[in-house]
């Protein structure tokens, strides 16, 4: 059974630094692409980074670009985001989710149960 | 960026009920279209992808159509465990944009 365990979040002060953590079991990290979503209070969903196995290749949305980094450490079977300068407006429930594909182009068919970031002084 | 626009924004509907949510991308996206159900606390899951396809162990009730720009979800006769928010997203390019989601609610 395919189960991605989310760690990470809280309350971290506007430009901080926080690393989210989401752990995978019943697949291989490694071949298939995986993706983070957010979801602001009462908001509806937006993409923020995707990465192609091995991580190869990795997008990121304009909001986030230059100050999130996603990564992968295979050996731990484990999907990183790393947010640094963190502003109000990251304020969200971030997914970890896993694409259907290898291609980044494929659905999220399995996702994490959301970590909850809040950025507050 | 691929802009999405669905409709409407929230439904009032009756147990029964045939209902359909609509998005339209702002240019051709192909197939590249998936639609998930969103309930209160909870993560998304994939009903369709690829504007058709049926995730796995999804109720035949749900089903999926269109392409280019015009797509379309219907749910054929709700069920109580139906009501949530529905949201589209494209998958052809990145930023991979979601619609603005639907809420449908028990009349």
């Known amino acids: 059974e395919v189960q991605l365990l989310q760690y990470g979040g809280g309350l971290i002060q506007p430009g901080g630094s926080l690393r989210l953590s989401c752990v995978a079991s019943?697949?291989?990290?490694?071949?298939?692409?995986m993706s983070w979503v957010r979801q602001a209070p009462g908001k509806g969903l937006e993409w923020v980074s995707s990465l192609r196995p091995s991580g190869s290749t990795t997008y990121y949305a304009d909001s986030v670009k230059g100050r999130f980094t996603i990564s992968t450490d295979n050996s731990k079977n484990t999907l990183f985001l790393q947010m640094n300068n963190l502003r109000a407006e990251d304020t969200a429930i971030y997914y970890c989710a896993k694409t259907s594909t290898r291609s980044t182009g494929g659905c999220l068919d399995s996702w994490g149960q959301g970590t909850l970031v809040t950025v507050s002084s | 960026d691929i802009q999405i626009t669905q409709s409407p924004s929230s439904l009032s509907a009756s147990v029964g009920d045939r209902v359909t949510i609509t998005c339209r991308a702002g240019?051709?996206?192909?197939?590249?279209l998936n639609w998930y159900q969103q309930k209160q606390g909870k993560a998304p899951k994939v009903l369709i992808y690829a504007a058709s396809s049926l995730q796995s162990g999804v109720p035949s009730r749900f089903s999926g159509s269109g392409s280019g720009t015009d797509f379309s979800l219907t749910i054929s006769s709700l069920q109580p465990e139906d009501f949530a928010t529905y949201y589209c997203?494209?998958?052809?390019?990145?930023?991979?944009?979601f619609g603005q989601g639907t809420k449908l609610e028990i009349k």
């Open positions: 997203q494209q998958s052809y390019n990145t930023p991979y944009t």
């Open positions: 019943g697949f291989t990290l490694n071949s298939y692409a």
């Open positions: 240019q051709s996206i192909s197939n590249y």
